[in-house]
């Protein structure tokens, strides 16, 4: 196991299901991790069969971490969609993680958008939200991470766009609080935070990835803004985390 401590992000090279058991307490889970479709990773053997177990299994490390109240967004394929109540046993709805760019496949209505499985863990009280752009679907850019070969994040197979986790973190994640990733990938979960004013604790067990995530936090800590996006108030609203009953 390796770690790494840039800025306000702590990142461990390493197996997250070892590694999750011996974190401190986080305020939100925000992860994209591999789908079970047969898709090639560097190391990690995407295969279907068990897959649902060994993710919720992760989910639910990552989740025993959180504080009262904290979101947790999974990202997921929509070739799963029918087994999600079967793999995620909580209260959960879908957050809409739509693209400005649609790959083209050959099939009558193509894939649009990722389905994130989302929840607040139990507590009292309300869930935070920033309220300014908390709906429960965002259209990223994708062009700015597809069409620049330069770009670091090209180095993994599926990077997720900025702009997407910067909604997700930005609306229901604190600042100043801790997200953990525990399948970081090429960092974007990190990226935002450091971008943000937010905490970041990743794990990876990838080698090449992780160093891409490296390079990509710390780019991001040098290039970080004097003031974060969205600066602590005191007036932040607070939202019921399934809507009206007659919604």
């Given amino acids: 196991m390796r770690i790494e401590q840039i800025g306000d992000a702590t990142l461990y090279l390493g197996d997250c299901q070892e590694i999750l058991p011996t974190l ?28 649902g177990e060994w993710l919720w299994s ?9 504080n009262a109240l904290s979101p947790v967004f999974v990202f997921q394929a929509m070739k799963n969609v029918r087994r999600f109540s079967e793999w995620f046993p909580r209260e959960w709805r879908l957050y809409a993680a739509a693209k400005n760019f649609v790959q083209m496949r050959p099939t009558a209505m ?37 069409c620049n070969s330069k770009n670091l994040e090209k180095g993994h197979p599926c990077p997720r766009p900025i702009d997407q986790m910067r909604v997700l973190v930005s609306q229901w994640v604190k600042p100043k609080t801790t997200t953990l990733d525990p399948f970081m990938g090429s960092g974007t979960t990190g990226v935002a ?24 936090i ?10 974060p996006a ?18």
């Fill in 24 to 51: 401190p307490e986080v305020d939100a889970v925000i992860t994209d991790p591999p789908y079970g479709i047969g898709f090639k990773y560097a190391s990690h053997d995407d295969s279907p069969e068990g897959y």
């Fill in 58 to 66: 992760v989910i639910a490390e990552a989740e025993a971490r959180a």
């Fill in 110 to 146: 193509q894939y649009a958008f990722d389905p994130v499985v989302c929840w607040w863990t139990n507590g009292d009280g309300t869930a935070w939200s920033d309220g300014t752009l908390s709906r429960d679907f965002y259209v990223a850019d994708t062009a700015s991470h597809i």
């Fill in 193 to 216: 935070c450091a971008q943000l004013g937010r905490k970041f604790i990743g794990i990876e067990i990838e080698p090449k990835y992780f160093d891409i995530a490296c390079r990509r």
């Fill in 218 to 227: 710390e780019d991001a800590y040098r290039q970080a803004p004097l003031f």
């Fill in 230 to 247: 969205n600066p602590v108030r005191d007036d932040y609203e607070t939202v019921s985390l399934f809507g009206d009953a007659d919604d």
